[in-house]
C-alpha cells in the first residue's frame, strides 16, 4: 500500500480537483437542463465530450497525478493567454483591469505545478 502525501503543497490539488468537478456540474446544469437549450446532436456530444475530460482531469488531480496537473496547467494557461491578449486589444480601461487580473489568477496552476512537482505522483501501478 503507498503511503499517503499529507504536505499542505499537495492539498491544493485537491481543491482544484473538486473546483473542476464543480465546475463540469455546472456545465452540465446549464447544457442539458436549461430551458433554452435546443436539442442539438452535435452540441450535446461536444458537451459530452468536455465533461468527461473534466471528469478525468478532475480526478487525476484529485489523485495528485502529473499528467492531471500538466492537462489543467494547459488548459488555464492558454485560457489565461486568451483572456489577456483579447483584453488588450479590444476590452475598455475599468474592465481591462480586471480581465487582467482574471489573466494572472489563471496561471496559478501552472505556478502550483512548478513549484510542487517533485511531490506529484507519477510512477505508481495505476495512472488514474
Known sequence: ???????????????FGFLTLSFGGLV???SFF???AQPDPASNLRVIVFLALTAVTAIGLIFQRKW????F????????FWLTIGSIAEVP??????NLVMGLLLLSPLLAT???WSSLKSNERFYF
Open 34 to 36: 436549461s430551458q433554452r
Open 1 to 15: 500500500m503507498s503511503e499517503r502525501n499529507d504536505r499542505p503543497e499537495t492539498f491544493l490539488f485537491g481543491i
Open 93 to 98: 480601461f475599468p474592465f481591462l483591469l480586471i
Open 114 to 116: 512548478i513549484s510542487c
Open 68 to 71: 492531471a496537473a500538466i492537462l
Open 73 to 80: 496547467s494547459l488548459a488555464t494557461g492558454m485560457f489565461s
Open 28 to 30: 452540465l446544469y446549464l
